[in-house]
């Protein structure tokens, strides 16, 4: 157990609809990233808040959002969804000094997105 | 996009045979680490390597960093069904902040 929690752990839903997934970090911990895993295209990520902040992006599409909120937990939003959406969504956290990611990622076991 | 290129894509042996994978970059990286990844979970990072030259090892595995900081290789002997998994390499990328980028991984798949 990493300690990283993401809900829901599978979600069907139709094109053109919009989710949220869920992510709470290990307890003390301040970054969340956010990456997405499909067969071809790998673990790509997505984008990482530090303590509320936007830190960083990465490959992540104009339809999708994402926040961090007071307590650390962060959520994911995905809006006018396409199939090519369909993919396992994982978040992972860290607590390196200043923000800067020079350890480990902990990841949380992921959410899978069926879009049909 | 600071590219990791991981290869083979897919390895199939039996178990007590060994293997290497390896990892391969245009650019400099100030540490890259491995990560395995298992059906139904997230990674879980084996080791991190930071120093050009760097030889690591985790009881049958064997972590190396290039001397130009710019590939490593993960080394398995007598693999076990165990080691089953998705082996990922990943560095952090300029071109992102501080979050890592990972390569597309090695499927291993170990029979007894």
């Known amino acids: 157990d990493s300690g990283v929690t993401q809900t829901p752990k599978h979600l069907i839903t139709a094109t053109g609809q919009r989710v949220t997934l869920r992510c709470s970090p290990r307890s003390g911990d301040l970054s969340v990233y956010w990456y997405q895993q499909s067969l071809d295209q790998g673990l790509q990520f997505l984008i990482q808040?530090?303590?509320?902040?936007?830190?960083a992006k990465g490959n992540i599409l104009e339809r999708f959002s994402a926040q961090q909120f007071p307590d650390l937990h962060s959520e994911l939003n995905l809006s006018s969804l396409e199939l090519g959406d369909s993919a396992l969504y994982f978040c992972?956290?860290?607590?390196?000094?200043?923000?800067?990611?020079?350890?480990?990622?902990?990841f949380g076991e992921g959410s899978r997105l069926t879009v049909l | 996009t600071q590219l990791l290129e991981q290869s083979p894509q897919f390895l199939s042996i039996q178990e007590g045979e060994n293997l290497t994978v390896y990892c391969n970059s245009s650019s400099v990286f100030s540490s890259l680490q491995w990560y395995r990844q298992e059906p139904g979970e997230g990674p879980v990072l084996l080791v991190t390597v930071v120093t050009g030259g760097e030889v690591k090892k985790l009881k049958r595995l064997t972590f190396q960093f290039g001397d130009a900081r710019k590939d490593s290789s993960l080394h398995i002997t007598a693999a076990q069904p165990g080691d089953t998994g998705l082996y990922l390499c990943a560095g952090v990328g300029s071109n992102s902040g501080y979050a890592l980028n990972f390569g597309k991984g090695t499927s291993l798949l170990v029979t007894p």
């Open positions: 992972a956290s860290s607590n390196p000094t200043s923000g800067a990611n020079t350890g480990e990622l902990f």
């Open positions: 808040y530090y303590n509320g902040e936007e830190r």
